[in-house]
């Protein structure tokens, strides 16, 4: 088993998780707690969370680019439109 | 004790700077002092952000438009592209390519902070940190392109990207009809910086 | 917890755009290419002066310029890593103050 293999996949539906910690957290508050879609895997990256803190940021963690629609996320919206964040792996969770 | 070395003579005296602006020479001199840095990484550093401008994007997308096999070089991999031009990426930990469509818009944002590719594009503009982008960017992308004087129909997607972490995008804009036989020289004009963020498309062949 | 100041992405109440564009000042040309030089020596990176601003008090973190945020990160930065101290940052503005008068 390839332990460091990334938990999604391109089309995979991801929740990102409402979390509320202290901490340097780069999970913009308006995607906590929404449903989107994974749409890149970009590999695996330091933790900012833990190098804000002068700490080595290992283990590393996937970083995906992750779609929402723009409507999902602020009701109205143009129906076509889409936003599109930066997420770490240990902020989602797979969705329906 | 050096406090000279900065003076190029425009802007307030010293004494009328801010309390902040103040502290950075304070900061600075102790640096030097303490021998953490030298006046020469300081300058190395001056020099290093002068070099870097929106021309360099320019340049990048005017290549990408006449040469669609350099196109297909950049998305795959831009720093490698980037250095086929003789422009220094190496500083971008990542970067991502992202191209205009006549059906797509891409439109390019950090909320948390003002990431920016500067090693390519150089310093971001003072409208891209502020607050009012920021905040209205992710909600209201029609709105602020509507600003620049972009009015896209309802039928054209518009995706904007928020880097949170170390990607860092720029935009290909779409070609402007009418440049088919243009020299690369002067398709770079027509690519302005907001175009490669994406608040704009880049300027039309012809003078409005 | 509440969202930090930082996080402002979506919030109300923004208004038009300002395109306006000021050239940058000797000292803000300074901030950048110290903060530049430092994290180029490895002495400081990126994320911990990001944390830094995010812990700033809000109310200053939305009053300061670009550039003074960051001045405010890089001292912040510094005297926790106790290379500088704020004591002595005092000192030597104070010394500059004398030499450059009263405004």
């Keep these: 088993m390839n332990a460091s293999a990334a938990k999604f996949k391109p089309g995979d539906r991801v929740k990102v998780r409402f979390e509320d910690r202290p901490g340097h957290l780069r999970t913009p508050w308006y995607v906590r707690g929404k449903t989107g879609w994974v749409e890149r895997v970009y590999g695996k990256f330091l933790n900012p969370e833990s190098l804000a803190f002068g700490r080595d940021g290992l283990p590393k963690k996937t970083l995906y680019l992750v779609a929402f629609n723009q409507c999902d996320l602020w009701g109205k919206a143009n129906k076509a439109d889409k936003l599109l964040v930066d997420i770490y792996e240990h902020w989602l969770d797979p969705a329906a | 004790m050096s406090t000279g070395s900065d003076d190029h003579g425009h802007d307030h005296p010293k004494n009328e700077l801010s309390h902040h602006a103040k502290r950075i020479y304070a900061i600075r001199d102790l640096l030097l002092e303490k021998g953490v840095i030298s006046d020469k990484d300081i300058q190395c550093q001056i020099e290093y952000q002068e070099a870097r401008s929106p021309a360099n994007g320019s340049k990048l997308v005017a290549r990408a438009w006449v040469d669609p096999t350099f196109k297909a070089r950049f998305i795959a991999d831009p720093k490698a592209a980037c250095a086929e031009l003789g422009i220094d990426a190496t500083a971008i930990n990542e970067f991502v390519v992202l191209e205009n469509t006549e059906t797509v818009r891409h439109m390019v944002v950090c909320t948390l902070c003002s990431c920016y590719p500067r090693p390519i594009l150089g310093r971001p503009p003072d409208w891209y940190k502020s607050f009012n982008y920021r905040q209205r960017s992710v909600v209201d992308p029609r709105g602020v392109m509507s600003e620049f004087g972009l009015d896209l129909a309802d039928d054209v997607e518009v995706r904007v990207h928020d880097s949170t972490a170390d990607i860092r995008y720029i935009v290909v804009p779409l070609r402007p009809s009418g440049t088919e036989d243009w020299s690369e020289a002067d398709l770079a004009k027509l690519v302005t910086r907001d175009s490669m963020i994406g608040v704009m498309d880049p300027l039309p062949a012809i003078p409005v | ?103």
């Design chain 3, 1 to 103: 917890m509440a969202r930090g100041h930082h996080d402002v992405g979506g919030l109300p109440g923004a208004g038009p755009i300002d395109q306006s564009q000021h050239e940058l000042s000797d000292w803000e040309i300074l901030a950048d290419a110290v903060n530049q030089a430092l994290g180029a020596k490895g002495i400081k990176r990126t994320d911990e002066m990001r944390r830094a601003r995010e812990e700033m008090d809000s109310a200053a973190y939305r009053d300061m310029t670009y550039y003074e945020r960051w001045i405010a990160s890089i001292e912040a930065i510094l005297i926790e890593k106790k290379i500088l101290t704020r004591e002595e940052i005092d000192r030597k503005l104070a010394q500059f103050d004398s030499k450059w008068g009263e405004p």
